[in-house]
């Protein structure tokens, strides 16, 4: 009893020598992690780090210490970049300072100081353009906004004030004139067949902008405009435009003027280099996107940040600026709550005896006795016994088996998600090559439920999604020489659900129902006709089996819509993205016409109200304006068609022909036919070469009252040619026939 007692005492004290190993008995270890569970989180770390310190050895003190210290400082990182994104700067800054106490290197603590900065320094820069905005200071609130997009795409304060300065800005930014004030004085001028040279020196004299033109400006090219009460800026654009001249701000009052061809916009157009972080997109189709809309210069992309660096124009750096915010918004996600419920309802039942069908016998005394059938046995046969056991069979099962299965995934828009829940069967095989070498491979089957999704969502908030789903059951095993197969039951469905949001769709139908009868007895007995029911065992067994499938689609983030504002704007010209239109005032209609007249230079210009003196002309009388005859008269009842051209072409040259229906009534429709030679001119509107053209003027008309003919002189020999109104009908808004009198023929001189 005392030899027992002893070894008793030896295990007990080896059982604690072994647990002191796993365990530790340091009470600061203990404290720290109870003060941790109670949500004192610096206190229980200070416990746990004293532990590490009194037994620095301890392998568990040190992995806790590690694990508690790691999630502690994950979750504060986590919370100050939540209260960073909230506004909350102050407590922001708090925690992370916090981080850097527990752990000194923190290098997401310091990036996030860093990012607080930067974020008070943006957020001065929002309140500056919000009082810019509120002192109608547009452009001024305009460019703090984009300096602060240029170094933040997704701040939302910036993104916010942009919407609200859209609201006031209708057209992409312009870099702008920005000359002296009186550049945006009204000016009123009449040039007919006027030299450049004069009309510059006029605006000049006028305005006080200075003018160096390159030396392949042709300043003794002829032009004419007519133009009343406009600012000279949207009038100096429109006479370089006119005649092919682009210019290059200097200074404030000094513009440079040259060709508008692609070797001299070269050497004088100033390029910008931009880099453009892109985050919800592929950087290779934003980039092909770019060079398919704004023909950009320079591109190199960066696949690796996912950022494309652009060289080219201020006026084209704009242009793609707002084609990137339009597009590069992050992809729709849903989330689908999948239910997969399979039902497998069994009936067995067993009724009816089960009577002896064997004897055991055996030819030798004592030998071991195989089971036949009584028809095997034989005469002369001894030593056999019959099995005297009956059974009757009373029993009936009902089995009853729900399996639920409810996954939850967050797929994006177009993107395929698999879902798997069984198992993978391992199927082996044996291969003999021809030197007797015998090799094993393991194949693996998918045995279970698998569902894949593809959902599709659109800006109303409605999913279309793709579903496939599969059920496999194992069944028998098959072998075949060293191969071992199995019988794979499948049962599958494809289709497309279409479900708003938060709506559930069920797709069910997929049954397999199984009904087995057995009856088992004795021959001759169980065929007799009611009596072979008593001697009959009978086995009924019914399987029935369903999966069931509902699918909740629920919309995380939806498809982002950009306003008006954000998806439509000027996108220029197409040798110059980004260009704003050139525009003039709306006046009155005898205060605007645009069109060369004869070899006779007169000249009119009148400044801010007052009238400024001419430069001298042969023709001391100052020339009409072409349509003041026709709006003279339009003050009567009958209106009045006008037909102009210019009286010398160069051969091989363009010019336009320009028909203008003058009335008080712009409910009038019109329908003339215009003749011309078509040996000498060519129409450029892609239509017959047949020396007439019918023109529709009405309002309704896309012309309107006005119809601007495109010429192409392509006499290959000097001569001079007509252009004709042949007929005309003209109809008041009731169908009643209107008299209008045709113009005289326009007879132009090809040189």
Do not use: W
Not at 667 to 676: A, I, V
């Amino acid at each position: 009893m005392k030899l027992v007692r002893n070894v008793f005492a030896i295990l007990l004290l080896a059982l604690l020598t072994s647990c002191a190993t796993y365990s530790t008995r340091n009470q600061a270890f203990t404290e720290g992690k109870q003060l941790i569970a109670r949500g004192q989180l610096d206190a229980g770390l200070k416990k746990l780090e004293q532990a590490a310190y009194e037994e620095p050895e301890n392998k568990e003190i040190r992995a806790v210490l590690t694990r508690e210290r790691e999630a502690i400082i994950g979750q504060m990182l986590i919370d100050a970049e939540n209260d960073r994104l909230a506004g909350e700067l102050e407590l922001a800054e708090q925690k992370y300072r916090h981080v850097l106490e527990i752990n000194a290197h923190n290098e997401r603590a310091k990036a996030g100081l860093e990012a607080l900065n930067l974020e008070r320094y943006q957020q001065g820069i929002i309140n500056r353009a919000k009082e810019l905005l509120a002192q109608n200071d547009v452009e001024g609130a305009e460019a703090a906004v984009r300096a602060v997009l240029q170094e933040n795409p997704l701040h939302e304060g910036a993104r916010q004030l942009v919407k609200l300065i859209n609201e006031y800005i209708v057209r992409t930014e312009d870099p702008g004139l920005a000359l002296v004030s009186a550049f945006h004085d009204p000016i009123t001028m009449e040039f007919r067949d006027t030299s450049l040279k004069s009309v510059f020196e006029l605006i000049s004299r006028t305005a006080g902008i200075n003018f160096i033109f390159d030396r392949n400006v042709q300043q003794e090219a002829k032009t004419s405009i007519f133009v009343r009460d406009n600012p000279i800026e949207d009038v100096l654009k429109l006479l370089l435009m006119t005649n092919q001249l682009a210019y290059k701000i200097l200074n404030n009052n000094t513009l440079l003027i040259y060709p508008d061809t692609p070797a001299k916009q070269k050497e004088y157009q100033e390029l910008v280099v931009r880099s453009f972080h892109v985050v919800n997109t592929d950087v290779k189709q934003m980039v092909a996107m770019i060079r398919g809309l704004v023909k950009a210069k320079d591109i190199y992309v960066n696949e690796k940040l996912n950022l494309f660096v652009i060289r080219d124009t201020l006026e084209a750096i704009r242009l793609v600026e707002r084609l990137v915010a339009i597009n590069d918004f992050p992809d729709p996600e849903v989330m689908l709550d999948v239910e997969v419920l399979e039902i497998n309802r069994n009936r067995l039942m067993d009724l009816g005896p089960r009577l002896p069908q064997s004897v055991s016998f055996s030819g030798v005394p004592g030998a071991g006795a195989a089971n036949v059938a009584l028809d095997q046995i034989g005469f002369g046969l001894s030593h056999f016994a019959v099995n005297n056991q009956v059974v009757i069979d009373l029993k009936k099962n009902l089995t009853v088996n729900d399996i639920l299965a409810n996954p939850r995934i967050r797929v994006k828009n177009r993107e395929k998600a698999k879902i798997l829940l069984g198992d993978r069967i391992p199927i082996f095989q044996s291969n003999a090559t021809a030197t007797g070498v015998v090799s094993q491979n393991v194949t693996y089957i998918d045995v279970g439920l698998k569902l894949e999704v593809e959902p599709v969502i659109s800006f109303n908030s409605e999913v279309s999604i793709k579903v496939s789903l599969e059920v496999s059951t194992l069944g028998a095993r098959e072998t075949q020489g060293n191969a071992t197969a199995f019988r794979i039951g499948t049962r599958s469905a494809e289709t497309l659900l279409s479900s708003r949001d938060g709506e559930t769709q069920i797709l069910a139908g997929l049954i397999q129902d199984s009904d087995r009868r057995a009856f088992a007895g004795i021959p001759g007995l169980i065929d007799l006709p009611v009596l072979g029911r008593l001697f009959t065992n009978q086995n009924f067994n019914r399987e029935r089996t369903e999966v069931v499938l509902l699918v909740t689609p629920r919309i995380v983030r939806n498809v982002t819509q950009p306003t008006k504002l954000e998806s439509e704007f000027h996108s220029g010209t197409a040798n110059a993205a980004g260009r704003l239109p050139v525009t003039i005032r709306k006046t009155a209609p005898q205060s605007l016409a645009m069109a060369p007249s004869g070899p006779a230079s007169n000249i009119r210009s009148v400044f801010g109200g007052a009238a400024q003196p001419a430069f001298p002309s042969e023709d001391a009388d100052l020339a009409p304006n072409p349509f003041a005859a026709a709006a003279a008269q339009s003050s009567g009842a009958t209106p009045t068609l006008s037909l102009l051209a210019p009286s010398t072409v160069g051969m091989d040259r363009e010019f336009t022909a320009t028909v203008r229906l003058v009335t008080q009534n712009t409910r009038l429709t019109s329908e003339l036919n215009l003749t011309y030679d078509k040996d000498m001119l060519e129409v450029l509107d892609g239509g017959e070469k047949s020396g007439t053209r019918t023109i529709k003027l009405g309002r309704e008309e896309p012309s309107g009252m006005t119809a601007v003919i495109r010429f192409k002189a392509i006499s290959a020999n000097p001569g001079s040619t007509e252009i004709a109104i042949q007929s005309m009908a003209t109809q008041d808004e009731n169908g009643n026939p209107v008299e209008v009198n045709l113009p005289p023929a326009v007879s132009i001189e090809i040189q």
